[in-house]
């Protein structure tokens, strides 16, 4: 497809985009993204070791949850941690249909249906320091989330997709696995993700106004307006804008979304002259090096959700015609200086999952494919998704082509090379191999054992060399690093 040039509309966007060009976005070095090393919490974060969580609930509240786990209902309770009592705080179930489907009872609604009682062992579970003690917060925290990782059998993938994104410089939650108890009795291993909220956005881009910006959820910027509706007729749940978007700063006075509004005015604006004047704006607001680490790093995944990932109506064939959703994702945005960062988010449909290759199965940065809707080969969703390229600001990215193949170069080298990914399992493995015995003793972990897990291990490690090879190939490197030699037999 070429790209689109629309009528302009005003000769005052020009004199906009004039002026915006003296924003501190130009030319400089963009502010630096933190990991989060030097904070409170970062001990618990540590993963090489495997601490345990006890959750203490009356029974009535343990019942309440266990009948009704889609609710998300807070209850009271404590937990203990390190020999330390932290309480009250709220205890409930955390997941959405792709996590809890199979895992509750259901109702009449079918495979999406998620209203039953619990009937997996294990389910994801949200700890809240501040959901009954205000402006709570425990080691800085503000919550504590476990996911039970029952779409993982392998239990790697998540912890995997979180440290690489780290390990490349984007910013994202750091993990760690843990043993987990409800009232001393022990429900299971589960990895411990980093929650994104303002205590994230401070420790990650402390250095851009202490980090006391704005993060937004499933809120893609190159939308027409700030407040476009077409995502109602999607996913009406999500609202229209900004205002249902922001996850930080919603009852601060001074709330404003002056930077991701004014994004979105002068990329639209750009958009009606040309594609060199998109990428200028792009450029100024973004630092695509991080961007395009971000984007090698999802494909390298093959994560199903984020940015890649567009769910649009109408018909297979259709032309796209601008509207489109995708989802799991998170952006930063800066009060007042012009700086957008995306944050990833949800790694659980990844490195192999039976759903990735059917969602986003073309090059994300195939700039010569047709833009019309596509479907989805499994038939679910039950509509369209299109080329990511398709999308304005991700085509203005695909445009870079040699600096995201040197970073995709730079990637296989390091944080997706044979002994930085091989070096995690093996340490994650041998860490997690007791915990998994108690699983099985205990009937959690179900039809498997340690050997069949162990199995599922090495198999991820062939995909994982699979993968390598496939990337090296899409920019036409061979094997850059001699990694994931794999036997000839």
Known sequence: MSDRYFPLKSIAFLFFLVLSACGPGQGGAPPSVGDGSSDEAAYLFDDSVVRTYSIELSEENREFLDA????????????????????????????????????????????????????????????????????????????????????????????????????????????????????????????????????????????????????????????????????????????????????????????????????????????????????????????????????????????????????AFGAAGDPYNGQAWNHNYYWYAAFEEKFLWPVPWDMDNSLGSPLVDSWVDVPWNDLDLECVLIPHSVGFPPVPTMPPACDPLIRSLARRQEPYRKIVEEMLAGPFSEQVVNGKLDRWEQLLTPQVADEVRLGIRRGSDVADWQRLIEQLREYLAMRHVEIAATINVVDPTGSFKQDSD
């Open 68 to 311: 009704a786990p889609a609710r998300e209902e807070y209850v009271s309770g404590s937990i203990v941690v390190d020999g330390e009592r932290i309480g009250p705080v709220g205890v409930r179930y955390k997941g959405s249909v792709g996590s809890f489907a199979g895992c509750v009872a259901g109702g009449a609604g079918g495979l999406t249906d998620v209203s039953g009682p619990k009937v997996c062992p294990k389910l994801g579970i949200k700890v809240s320091f501040n959901q009954f003690v205000q402006d709570g917060r425990w080691k800085g925290l503000k919550k504590l989330q476990f996911h039970a990782m029952n779409q993982d059998p392998t239990y790697m993938k998540e912890a995997l997709g979180y440290s690489m994104f780290q390990d490349f410089g984007v910013a994202s939650s750091r993990v760690a696995f843990v043993r987990l108890e409800i009232n001393n009795e022990f429900i299971g291993i589960f990895v411990l993700i980093e929650e994104l909220d303002s205590r994230f956005a401070e420790s990650r881009f402390g250095e851009v106004e202490g980090g006391e910006g704005n993060l937004y959820k499933d809120f893609w910027p190159s939308r027409p307006s700030p407040e476009a509706d077409f995502i109602n007729t999607i996913r009406a749940e999500f609202g229209a804008g900004v205002d249902t978007a922001i996850r930080t700063n919603r009852s601060e006075a001074t709330l404003n979304h002056d930077v991701m509004s004014g994004f979105i005015t002068e990329f639209q604006a750009a958009r009606a002259i040309g594609p060199d004047a998109v990428d200028r704006v792009v450029d100024r607001w973004m630092d695509v090096d991080y961007i395009l680490r971000y984007f090698a790093v999802d494909r390298a995944l093959e994560a199903d959700d984020g940015p890649m990932h567009f769910i």
